[in-house]
């Protein structure tokens, strides 16, 4: 596992998370969408990218999503740790556990649809679902 730290946050991931450069994207993505901090990430997203937080709500253009995570700062990350992150094609996949500063933990899972399978592809549909755990 490789540890690297942004913004005070220990993110934790498989060392071969950074072997490809779409898996290296998302993770950072991953980790902007976990620490509300979506404009670090904004030239991967799509102007129109939708944002479907499962069992919550909707978001649709990078303005938007960009407000629905800063709203939510107040439940600040404390370690992020990827499990597996997957691309193929025009999909990507990103799960693993956050836990935060007010020792809370949650499963996570982002699902990414891009709009081309190349390298520049930008990331147009994401769908998250997190899971409180005990």
């Known amino acids: 596992m490789g540890n690297a730290e942004n913004k005070g946050v220990s993110i934790i991931c498989p060392i071969d998370c950074g072997n490809a450069p779409k ?6 993505v991953a980790a902007a969408l976990l620490l509300k901090d979506i404009d670090s ?19 649709k253009g990078k303005e938007a999503v ?22 193929h094609g025009t999909t990507g996949a990103v799960n693993g556990t956050l836990a935060t500063e007010a020792l809370q933990r949650y499963a996570f899972c982002h699902i990414y649809q891009f709009t081309s399978a190349g390298k520049k592809g930008k990331i147009k549909e994401i769908t998250s679902y997190m899971i409180k755990l005990a």
Request: hydrophobic share 45%; proline share 0%.
């Open 66 to 87: 960009a407000k629905a995570a800063e709203a939510e700062k107040d439940n600040k990350a404390k370690e992020i740790q990827i499990e597996t992150i997957i691309t």
């Open 41 to 59: 990430v904004g030239e991967q997203l799509a102007d129109q990218v939708a944002w479907h937080k499962v069992g919550e709500i909707s978001y």
């Open 23 to 28: 898996k290296l994207m998302l993770k950072e």
